[in-house]
Antibody, heavy 119, light 107 residues
Framework: EVQLVQSGAEVKKPGESLTISCKGS????????IGWVRQMPGKGLEWMGI????????RYSPSFQGQVTISADKSISTAYLQWSSLRASDTAMYFC????????????WGQGTLVTVSS | DIQLTQSPPFLSASVGDRVTITCRAS??????LAWYQQKPGKAPKLLIY???TLHSGVPSRFSGSGSGTEFTLTISSLQPEDFATYYC?????????FGGGTKVEIK
């Protein structure tokens, strides 16, 4: 069974750094792209970027380029989303999701990590 | 970027109704469109990809059609568990983009 399990909710202050994680199981993590999607409170879905754990090839949405860092450690089947300096506007639910085998849709999703940034 | 416009943004319907949601792309995307269902506090679930291919385990009352710039998601007979928000997503080109969502509520 394909599973993506994300790390727990975080409460941070503006300016702090943060890394959240997404651990895959039940499939070949190394050979499947993993994407990250943001959902701000009461809003829709926004694609942030995607990584291929096999060689760490990473693509970012222009809206998020330079704002976050996506990485992966294939040895432990885990992808990461990192901020160096959080802002209040980063408050959102963040989902990881596995890309389909041959096309750029997402067939399995993590449960989401709620990030709250508040002073 | 390819913009996706969903209509209607809200829809009230009764159990057993046939429901149709439309997604329009700002330029042609062939059949590279997916549909997702999201319930409050939960992750989205893939329903359909490549415009009309049903994802494994998705009930057959869901169907998708369209190509180019206009697409539809149809629920043939609305069930209580189908009350949710539905999103389209184009998978033709990066950056991937989603529609604004359609919330299906109980009438």
């Amino acid at each position: 069974e394909v599973q993506l399990v994300q790390s727990g909710a975080e409460v941070k202050k503006p300016g702090e750094s943060l890394t959240i994680s997404c651990k895959g199981s039940g499939y070949s993590f190394t050979n499947s792209w993993i994407g990250w999607v943001r959902q701000m409170p009461g809003k829709g879905l926004e694609w942030m970027g995607i990584i291929y754990p096999g060689d760490s090839d990473t693509r970012y949405s222009p809206s998020f380029q330079g704002q976050v860092t996506i990485s992966a450690d294939k040895s432990i089947s885990t992808a990461y989303l990192q901020w160096s300096s959080l802002r209040a506007s980063d408050t959102a639910m963040y989902f990881c999701a596995r890309r389909g085998a041959t096309m750029e849709f997402f067939d399995y999703w993590g449960q989401g990590t709620l990030v709250t940034v508040s002073s | 970027d390819i913009q996706l416009t969903q209509s209607p943004p809200f829809l009230s319907a009764s159990v057993g109704d046939r429901v149709t949601i439309t997604c329009r792309a700002s330029r042609g995307i062939s059949s590279y469109l997916a549909w997702y269902q999201q319930k409050p506090g939960k992750a989205p679930k893939l329903l359909i990809y490549a415009a009309s291919t049903l994802h494994s385990g998705v009930p057959s009352r869901f169907s998708g059609s369209g190509s180019g710039t206009e697409f539809t998601l149809t629920i043939s007979s609305l069930q209580p568990e189908d009350f949710a928000t539905y999103y389209c997503q184009q998978h033709a080109s990066v950056p991937l983009t989603f529609g604004g969502g359609t919330k299906v509520e109980i009438k």
